[in-house]
Each structure stands twice: as structure tokens, then as C-alpha cells.
């Protein structure tokens, strides 16, 4: 029952979060900043618009994108399978590329392929930290990795390589590359507009509610711990985003595999071996 | 219920129509920290499909007129315009050039003209503001055209466009 209720409040959590980030953002900057609905005004605005259809599979694209990320969400409250989970993101991840591809703005395309380029880059990192999982802990399931005590001690590296796609999949400085506002006018979501803008816009929350609920699974059965681990790395993420520069998508890639890659490497070598 | 908050999230598109850049570095200015646009909801999109209030600055030249007129149909409605500095709203300094149009509303319709060479940023947030309650009336005018076309109102005397040809035709037939 409850699983039920956070499922279907689940982009609710992802607005707020989205909101708080905003205040935080401005804060940073020392300026007030939006309210804390502001993203629930956008999408109530946006729901009024006129909506343009360039093709009618580019906008079911665009919902299918939301509607996967939905079940990936609902998936990992429920406890499934670690890589089912990342396998089904992918999918979700592959609507919003194939949603670029399929109109002819030139930008659309650029951004389609810095996305595609992107998954490349932080793909082998989510499976390697489910195998991660899988060595310490001796499941897969989240479920059982939830009521396992953390093991985020033996998992350092492959935290650390972690905290590296965190920007990437919260489209965040300095590996935004694939959306990069002023640069090539949001990328994949050009093209979309009043009530289909809407659906990615709210996918945008349920990216922010799956990463932070992949992060909270390094916490294991802590509750204290996950909380610290979200506010810590919420600021910190912030801090990031507001301090750096956007790195070109090719530096993005050798930035992320290289040492990303190497660290949940040494990290599964390390658990095999010692 | 939830009208109030119609109002709270405009998105601007901004748009450089051969203006000197001193009032672009203006609007610039109104969205940073010092002065801080974005405690209105306001967020510089440069998508002209997904915002609602149309920042031109400079005269229109003959370069940039095209663009102009395909950035405000590519915007949906409800839209705004908000005409930024002397020379979009009458060709400033730049009046009666050879190569220069004189003022925006010579081609798209303009809602508010904000005053000045640079506007400053005081000024320019005052007709965003302005540019808020512009928009939600027209979001008011968008629904009574939409409840129109639902249900015509004959008896008032206003009829819906969609309702007009067949009408007409109708007249013809009779005479």
C-alpha cells in the first residue's frame, strides 16, 4: 500500500526536490530565488499553452520517455531487480534519442547525438556498480540490498565513479553537454512544446527521484546514513554545477570513462581479490 | 482555484534584432544575481517553442526582420512582447537609416514598450511585470474563445468563427 503511494507521488517528490534545488542554486549565488512550487507553476502554465505537433511519433516518444522512466522509478521503490532497473533506464534513455532523431532541427540532432555519446560514457558505470552490489552484497535484488547493513565502505571507488554521473544523468555543469541551454537550445527537447514539453519536463523529476534513489542503496539499511548521503551529495552536486564550466561532450567521455571506469574497476578487482 | 498561479512561471525568449548590445547587456543584467529576474519564475529559455514573453531589442534591420517574424509565430499562444529600449520601440538613433526598419511594431504587435537607451534593469523588470498581467488576460481571452467554439452564444450576438462560413452560406442560399 504504502509502495503504492510513493509510487504515484513519485513525481511530486521529483518537483520538490527539483524546487528546493532551484532555491539552493540561487542561494548559493546570493540571490532569493523562485519559490519552492515553482516547478508545479511551470508545469500548470504549460498545461494552458498552445501545443505544436511536428510528427505525431516524435510527441509519443517524448511520453513514452516519461512513462518508462515512471516504471523505473516505480520498479526501484518496489525492489526489483538492480539491472532490470538500469537496463529499462536505458530504454527510457533510448525514447528521448530516438524523439531527437526523428524531427529535422538541426539542434534536435546534436543533441540526440552528445545523448547517445553520454549513455556510452555513463552506461558501464551503473552496471559495473550493480555487479558492485552483487559482489558485496550476493544479490541483485534491491530489496535485499536495502535491508543489507551499508557497504559503502568496500564500495569507496565505486561511490566515488558514481558521484561522477550524477551531473551527467541531472543534465548539471560540468557535464551538460547534451542539453546545454544557450548552446544548442536544450538539445534533444528542442522541438517540444505546451503540454508535450510538459511530459519531459516531469520526466526531468523522476530523473532526479531515480538517481537519488540509486544513491540511497549505498546506504543500505541505514536510515541516518541515507539522509546524510542525499544532503551531502545534493549540495554538493549544486556546489559543482554552480562553480564550474561545461565541458565539450568528447572530454565529457574521456573524462568519465577514463576515470570513472578505472575506479569501479580497481573497486571490483579490489572486492574479488581481497 | 488555481488562476493566481497562471502568472508565475514566464519563460522569455530574447531576441537581438540589430540592437547596439547596451540593452541586451541590460536584460542580461536583470536576470543576474544583482537583480535577480528569476524571483519572478522567469527563466531565459532561448527556445522561442516553449516560452511565453518575447524580449526584442534594436531597431529591426532588413537582416533580421525574417527572423524576427518566424521567432513570434514559432512562439504558442498565449505569447507577449515586450519591446526593449528607444529603438524598438521608434528606431531610436537609428530612425530613417537605409538599412534599418524604424520600430518593432511595424511588424510583429507589441504589448509593452519599455522606455530608454539602455533601459536600465529597473525599468525592464517593471515591464515584465507589466508583461505578467498582459498575459494572463490573454490566457482569460484564450478560454472564452475556446468556451466559444464550444458552445456558441448566438442570443448574445457572438457567434463562433466556426459557425461564420456555414451562416453565410446559408444567407446566400435564401436570397
Same mark, same amino acid.
Given at each position: 500500500? $504504502?509502495?503504492?503511494?510513493?509510487?504515484?507521488?513519485?513525481?511530486?517528490?521529483?518537483?520538490?526536490?527539483?524546487?528546493?534545488?532551484?532555491?539552493?542554486?540561487?542561494? %548559493?549565488?546570493?540571490?532569493?530565488?523562485?519559490?519552492?512550487?515553482?516547478?508545479?507553476?511551470? &508545469?500548470?502554465?504549460?498545461?494552458? *499553452?498552445?501545443?505544436?505537433?511536428?510528427?505525431?511519433?516524435?510527441?509519443?516518444?517524448?511520453?513514452?520517455?516519461?512513462? &518508462?522512466?515512471?516504471?523505473?522509478?516505480?520498479?526501484?521503490? %518496489?525492489?526489483?531487480?538492480?539491472?532490470?532497473? @538500469?537496463?529499462?533506464?536505458?530504454?527510457?534513455? $533510448?525514447?528521448? =534519442?530516438?524523439?531527437?532523431?526523428?524531427?529535422?532541427? @538541426?539542434?534536435?540532432?546534436?543533441?540526440?547525438?552528445?545523448?547517445?555519446? &553520454?549513455?556510452?560514457?555513463?552506461?558501464? $558505470?551503473?552496471?559495473?556498480?550493480?555487479?558492485?552490489?552483487? %559482489?558485496?552484497?550476493?544479490?541483485?535484488?534491491?530489496?535485499?540490498?536495502?535491508?543489507?547493513?551499508?557497504?559503502?565502505?568496500?564500495?569507496?571507488?565505486?561511490?566515488?565513479?558514481?558521484?561522477?554521473?550524477?551531473?551527467?544523468?541531472? *543534465?548539471?555543469?560540468?557535464?551538460?553537454?547534451?542539453?546545454?541551454?544557450?548552446? $544548442?537550445?536544450?538539445?534533444?527537447?528542442?522541438?517540444?512544446?505546451?503540454?508535450?514539453?510538459?511530459?519531459?519536463? %516531469?520526466?526531468?523529476?523522476?530523473?532526479?527521484?531515480?538517481?537519488?534513489?540509486?544513491?540511497?542503496?549505498?546506504?543500505?539499511?541505514?536510515?541516518?546514513?541515507? &539522509?546524510?548521503?542525499?544532503?551531502?551529495?545534493?549540495?554538493?552536486?549544486?556546489?559543482?554545477?554552480?562553480?564550474?564550466?561545461?565541458?565539450?561532450?568528447?572530454?565529457?567521455?574521456?573524462? =568519465?570513462?577514463?576515470?570513472?571506469?578505472?575506479?569501479?574497476?580497481?573497486?571490483?578487482?579490489?572486492?574479488?581479490? =581481497? | 482555484?488555481?488562476?493566481?498561479?497562471?502568472?508565475?512561471?514566464?519563460?522569455?525568449?530574447?531576441?537581438?534584432?540589430?540592437?547596439?548590445?547596451?540593452?541586451?547587456?541590460?536584460?542580461?543584467?536583470?536576470?543576474?544575481?544583482?537583480?535577480?529576474?528569476?524571483?519572478?519564475?522567469?527563466?531565459?529559455?532561448?527556445?522561442?517553442?516553449?516560452?511565453?514573453?518575447?524580449?526584442?531589442?534594436?531597431?529591426?534591420?532588413?537582416?533580421?526582420?525574417?527572423?524576427?517574424?518566424?521567432?513570434?509565430?514559432?512562439?504558442?499562444?498565449?505569447?507577449?512582447?515586450?519591446?526593449?529600449?528607444?529603438?524598438? !520601440?521608434?528606431?531610436?538613433?537609428?530612425?530613417?537609416?537605409?538599412?534599418?526598419?524604424?520600430?518593432?511594431?511595424?511588424?510583429?504587435?507589441?504589448?509593452?514598450?519599455?522606455?530608454? !537607451?539602455?533601459?536600465?534593469?529597473?525599468?525592464?523588470?517593471?515591464?515584465?511585470?507589466?508583461?505578467?498581467?498582459?498575459?494572463?488576460?490573454?490566457?482569460?481571452?484564450?478560454?472564452?474563445?475556446?468556451?466559444?467554439?464550444?458552445?456558441?452564444?448566438?442570443?448574445?450576438?457572438?457567434?463562433?468563427?466556426?459557425?461564420?462560413?456555414?451562416?453565410?452560406?446559408?444567407?446566400?442560399?435564401?436570397?
Amino acid at each position: 500500500m $504504502i509502495e503504492m503511494i510513493l509510487i504515484l507521488l513519485a513525481p511530486v517528490f521529483g518537483g520538490l526536490i527539483y524546487g528546493v534545488e532551484r532555491v539552493v542554486r540561487a542561494r %548559493m549565488q546570493n540571490r532569493q530565488g523562485p519559490p519552492i512550487l515553482q516547478p508545479f507553476y511551470d &508545469t500548470y502554465k504549460l498545461m494552458d *499553452k498552445q501545443a505544436f505537433l511536428v510528427n505525431p511519433y516524435h510527441a509519443l516518444l517524448g511520453i513514452m520517455h516519461f512513462v &518508462t522512466l515512471w516504471v523505473v522509478v516505480a520498479f526501484v521503490i %518496489m525492489g526489483e531487480n538492480l539491472l532490470y532497473v @538500469i537496463f529499462l533506464h536505458l530504454l527510457s534513455s $533510448i525514447f528521448i =534519442v530516438l524523439a531527437g532523431f526523428s524531427v529535422k532541427s @538541426i539542434f534536435s540532432h546534436i543533441g540526440s547525438n552528445r545523448e547517445l555519446l &553520454t549513455i556510452v560514457a555513463y552506461e558501464p $558505470i551503473l552496471i559495473l556498480v550493480a555487479v558492485g552490489f552483487y %559482489m558485496s552484497v550476493g544479490s541483485f535484488e534491491i530489496d535485499v540490498i536495502r535491508e543489507h547493513p551499508s557497504e559503502i565502505l568496500s564500495l569507496a571507488f565505486l561511490f566515488l565513479a558514481f558521484l561522477l554521473i550524477i551531473p551527467i544523468k541531472l *543534465k548539471k555543469s560540468p557535464f551538460d553537454a547534451s542539453e546545454a541551454h544557450q548552446e $544548442i537550445v536544450g538539445g534533444a527537447e528542442i522541438e517540444f512544446s505546451g503540454i508535450f514539453y510538459e511530459f519531459l519536463y %516531469m520526466a526531468k523529476w523522476l530523473e532526479y527521484v531515480f538517481i537519488y534513489s540509486l544513491l540511497i542503496l549505498f546506504a543500505g539499511d541505514s536510515l541516518l546514513l541515507a &539522509t546524510l548521503l542525499f544532503v551531502g551529495v545534493f549540495l554538493v552536486v549544486n556546489l559543482i554545477d554552480n562553480s564550474t564550466a561545461r565541458v565539450r561532450v568528447e572530454h565529457l567521455v574521456k573524462i =568519465v570513462l577514463g576515470v570513472g571506469l578505472t575506479l569501479s574497476l580497481v573497486n571490483l578487482v579490489w572486492l574479488a581479490y =581481497v | 482555484m488555481f488562476e493566481k498561479y497562471r502568472k508565475k512561471s514566464p519563460w522569455i525568449l530574447h531576441y537581438n534584432a540589430g540592437s547596439c548590445n547596451g540593452c541586451d547587456i541590460e536584460i542580461l543584467a536583470s536576470l543576474s544575481p544583482k537583480y535577480d529576474l528569476e524571483r519572478f519564475g522567469v527563466v531565459n529559455t532561448g527556445n522561442p517553442k516553449q516560452s511565453d514573453i518575447f524580449l526584442v531589442t534594436g531597431p529591426v534591420t532588413y537582416r533580421s526582420r525574417e527572423r524576427l517574424v518566424e521567432l513570434y509565430t514559432q512562439m504558442p499562444e498565449p505569447k507577449v512582447v515586450v519591446a526593449v529600449g528607444s529603438c524598438s !520601440c521608434t528606431g531610436g538613433v537609428f530612425r530613417d537609416m537605409y538599412n534599418v526598419e524604424d520600430r518593432v511594431d511595424r511588424y510583429i504587435p507589441v504589448d509593452v514598450y519599455v522606455a530608454g !537607451c539602455a533601459s536600465s534593469p529597473e525599468l525592464i523588470i517593471d515591464g515584465v511585470v507589466k508583461a505578467l498581467d498582459i498575459l494572463e488576460s490573454k490566457t482569460k481571452e484564450m478560454e472564452f474563445a475556446k468556451k466559444l467554439q464550444n458552445k456558441p452564444k448566438i442570443e448574445d450576438g457572438i457567434v463562433s468563427r466556426k459557425e461564420m462560413p456555414r451562416r453565410v452560406g446559408e444567407n446566400d442560399e435564401e436570397s
